[in-house]
């Protein structure tokens, strides 16, 4: 009797412990890709939660940045067939653009 008490608040100890952790998969950040190509960010609108990945991924043939307007971010050149992930901290609206190609924008929402 005391050996099944004893099994049988393990058990219960160990259920409860992987709900804990089922929570903490499941409230794992997110992860967005921007596909950069054909001079242009796609999609040029993306919403995420403030801790999410953002990967931009450059299919073009030549260099871009993704550039944030006044303060934020700035991935410097990202080269063709290579990526650049930002993980944003802070809620707002954040309009960006490559600074080597000025008609390239997008805007990166962060709820």
Known sequence: MVRNRITAA?????????????????????????????TRFEPDI????????????????????????????????IAPNKSWRYTPRKKGVFAYFCTLHSTMKATLRVQ
């Open 10 to 38: 393990f058990l219960a100890t160990v259920t409860l412990g992987l709900g804990g952790v089922d929570r903490a998969v499941s409230a794992a950040p997110a992860i967005h890709t921007v596909i950069v190509e054909a």
């Open 46 to 77: 993306l919403t995420v939660r403030r801790g999410d990945v953002v990967r931009w991924i450059n299919k073009d043939p030549f260099p871009h940045t993704v550039t944030a307007l006044g303060s934020g971010f700035d991935s410097k050149i």
